[in-house]
């Protein structure tokens, strides 16, 4: 059963957060501009294995902005700092855990959430077990700035709706084209995942919307983030979920021009959904294990 409660700072803002499970704390980091909700059936399908936790990032779901906040249409730069810098996400995610009385965690993140992840796994080693990352990927400095000028429009409401066709064009193509506003033979995606329905690009406009004018401050900052070197620089043990049906597929795969040492491995898996939730779980299981001396039937360990 899936529990929801709300973690108040010591400077009064509020987290909100789901939570299921018993035993070691994995915490689950979703991706902007989206909400905790999303990590649902990740924590399905880790049920009975760890205690999972899913906070909605500052400013999006539930949850109260990150401190100094101000609204900034697309993302750009406010009286809270740079767009394009994690710090707040990871001081914030870092006084989340004490407050919830744990020393350590284990991570979990995807998109966004992979780079909250990278940067706390860098800043806070000795906070960090390990890390299990998903919709990774490596930009080029051009294809990066490129993206940052034209992927957030400004979804400031408008009294002619405009803005309610610009945020259905996006998590619409979301899922056809990468970059979504690249609507060419060359950007179109192989094949939709089988999480493209009505159904889920309804919730992911309800979730755009609900971050308001500023839901592309988390987002830019994980974009400016996607680098390989980034991930190169976690000393602690990680695992790269290289799922087949991510929309970052084809910038995913540069992963493999790069050197990477011991403790960090991709597992690999298909493109369907059940397949992705299978890898998180193998990965999650065998960093898991590795460190709580748990020894499982080699069924259920992580397949190379």
Not at 24 to 30: A, Q, R, V, W, Y
Not at 39 to 67: C, F, H, K, N, W
Not at 216 to 234: F, H, L, P, T
Not at 249 to 265: G, N, T, V
């Amino acid at each position: 059963m899936i529990r929801r409660a709300y973690l108040r700072h010591a400077d009064a803002r509020q987290t909100h957060y789901r939570r299921a499970g018993t035993g070691e704390p994995l915490i689950l980091l979703h991706p902007s501009p989206l909400s905790s909700s999303w990590m649902e059936p990740v924590m399905g399908a880790l049920q009975g294995r760890v205690d999972t936790i899913a906070p909605d990032t500052p400013g999006y779901g539930a949850s109260d902005p990150p401190p100094g906040h101000a609204a900034n249409p697309g993302g750009n730069e406010g009286q809270s700092g740079s767009a394009d810098d994690l710090t707040p996400y990871t001081k914030w995610l870092h006084e989340f855990i004490l407050t919830l009385g744990f020393r350590q965690v284990g991570l979990y993140g995807s998109a966004t959430g992979a780079q909250i992840a990278i940067e706390f796994a860098r800043a806070y080693p000795e906070a960090t077990r390990f890390v299990v990352l998903d919709n990774v990927a490596h930009f080029t400095a051009e294809e990066r700035e490129g993206m940052l000028a034209r992927y957030f429009p400004d979804l400031s409401p408008r009294a002619d709706g405009r803005h309610l066709q610009t945020t259905w064009a996006m998590v619409s193509g979301l899922w056809q084209w990468f970059p979504w506003y690249r609507q060419d033979d060359e950007h179109r995606l192989a094949a939709a995942p089988d999480v493209n329905s009505a159904e889920t690009l309804q919730r992911m406009l309800v979730d755009h919307l609900g971050a308001g004018p500023d839901y592309a401050r988390a987002y830019r900052a994980a974009m400016r983030n996607e680098d390989a070197s980034r991930v190169q620089g976690i000393a602690v043990p990680a695992r790269i979920i290289r799922w087949k049906g991510s929309l970052l597929r084809r910038y995913a795969d540069r992963l493999d021009d790069f050197d990477w040492p011991e403790h960090i491995r991709m597992v690999p898996c298909g493109p369907g959904t059940e397949e992705r939730l299978n890898a998180i779980r193998s990965a999650v299981n065998e960093l898991n294990d590795a460190q709580t001396g748990i020894v499982r039937p080699v069924t259920d360990s992580l397949r190379r």
